[in-house]
């Protein structure tokens, strides 16, 4: 069974089962720290930071972008459980956001970060290398990063 954790001043703590008023609240709670998904369960041993809210793409708005010092890419989608939307439809919504990205360079990728950064107040001096690094902690070299931003 995957349990959702969360850093508390005690440490890493369970998430408690809750029920969220609307899906903006969810996407703050995952923006400020987007590591309480269970990316290891998907075989990502890096932590993700999140570089985007409400990406405005060709078609809609990408919940949370976020990306890992390796150039993984991270697509979310927030739905809350009586969102009539939440089967089937979110799939193809996601699949739609991939195709959108897929043609992205790393440019483009990181003036969504720039306009995150902006519209969530960030106070950053750096490009986006440099924000996943200080974020992270990894070492990195930004050609690797940029690399593996286009290649996924």
Known sequence: MTYILHKTKNGWEKTKKQNYINEEELQDILSKDINTLPFEDMG????????????????????????????????????????PEVKRTVIGQ?????????????????????????????????NLADYVKEKTGEDFTETEFKEGIEKR
């Open 94 to 126: 996601v699949l739609g956001y991939a195709s959108c990205l897929w043609n992205k360079n790393y440019e483009d990728i990181e003036s969504y970060f720039k306009k995150y950064l902006k519209n969530e107040k960030i106070d950053f001096i750096g």
């Open 44 to 83: 990502y041993l890096e932590n993700f930071i999140t570089i985007g809210k409400e990406v405005g793409l060709e078609n809609g708005s990408l919940d949370l972008l976020a990306v890992n010092p390796q150039g993984n890419v991270a697509i979310i989608e927030t739905k809350l459980s009586e969102n």
